[in-house]
C-alpha cells in the first residue's frame, strides 16, 4: 500500500511523516501529481494562511488535483479548512468538496483565548475513523478558524461554541485537530485511515 503525503507550501508535513513511521508505514511527501494519483491513500496536512495557500496550489494545479482524487483522502487542520467552499481566513475560496465556510473563532469573555490551542475532547462519533474511540477521548488542536456544524460533521468538539472536529463527504475525511499529535488516539485515527 502506498500513502502519500501532498507536498505544498504549508507547515507541518514532517510531524505527519514521523507519526505514520511510529505505525510503521512508510509515507511519501511529493507534489508529483502521478504519484499522488496512483497512491493508495493521500493526507493532505497543514498549518499556515488559507489564502495564500490557496494561490500556490491554484499556481500549482494541485487545486484540480486534490477535488479530483477517488482514493480515500485525509485533510488534517488547514488541509480540512482548505477543503470547505470558503474561508475567512483571507477571504479565500478554497476546494469547495464541502459545502460550508470556514469561519473564525470570535471571543465572547475574556478567558476565550484565540487561537483555540491545546487538549479538547471530541464525541458524536460517525465514521469507520473513529473505530476504538471511546466518546469523549482528547485529541489536540491548534486553529483560530472553524468548520461550523454541517451535514458532513462526523464528531463534533465544543470551544466557545460547538464545532465540526471532523467531517466526511465520500471520499474525502477531514479532521480539525491533528491527529499526528494527539497520542494514542491521533495513532489510533491514522490508524482506521490506513486500514479504510
Not at 98 to 120: L, Q, T
Not at 174 to 184: L, Y
Amino acid at each position: 500500500m502506498t500513502v502519500t503525503i501532498i507536498k505544498y507550501n504549508a507547515g507541518n508535513i514532517y510531524s505527519v511523516e514521523y507519526a505514520l513511521k511510529r505505525l510503521g508505514v512508510e509515507a511519501l511527501i511529493t507534489s508529483d501529481k502521478e504519484t499522488i494519483l496512483a497512491s493508495d491513500k493521500v493526507i493532505f496536512p497543514g498549518v499556515g494562511e488559507a489564502g495564500t495557500t490557496m494561490q500556490h496550489l491554484k499556481a500549482t494545479g494541485l487545486d484540480r488535483l486534490i477535488v479530483d482524487l477517488k482514493q480515500p483522502v485525509l485533510g488534517i487542520c488547514l488541509g480540512m479548512q482548505l477543503l470547505c467552499r470558503a474561508s475567512e481566513e483571507g477571504n479565500a475560496n478554497c476546494l469547495n468538496i464541502f459545502d460550508v465556510e470556514v469561519k473564525r473563532f470570535i471571543p465572547h469573555k475574556h478567558e476565550d483565548k484565540i487561537p483555540h490551542m491545546g487538549w479538547n475532547n471530541i464525541w458524536k462519533f460517525q465514521s469507520a475513523l473513529f473505530t476504538g474511540l471511546t466518546l469523549g477521548d482528547y485529541v489536540y488542536f491548534v486553529h483560530s478558524y472553524y468548520v461550523p456544524l454541517n451535514d458532513y460533521t462526523i464528531a463534533e468538539a465544543d470551544y466557545i461554541l460547538p464545532f465540526s472536529a471532523a467531517i466526511q463527504k465520500n471520499n474525502f475525511y477531514a479532521t480539525q485537530f491533528h491527529p499526528e499529535k494527539s497520542g494514542k488516539v491521533g495513532e489510533r485515527i491514522l490508524q482506521n485511515f490506513i486500514n479504510l
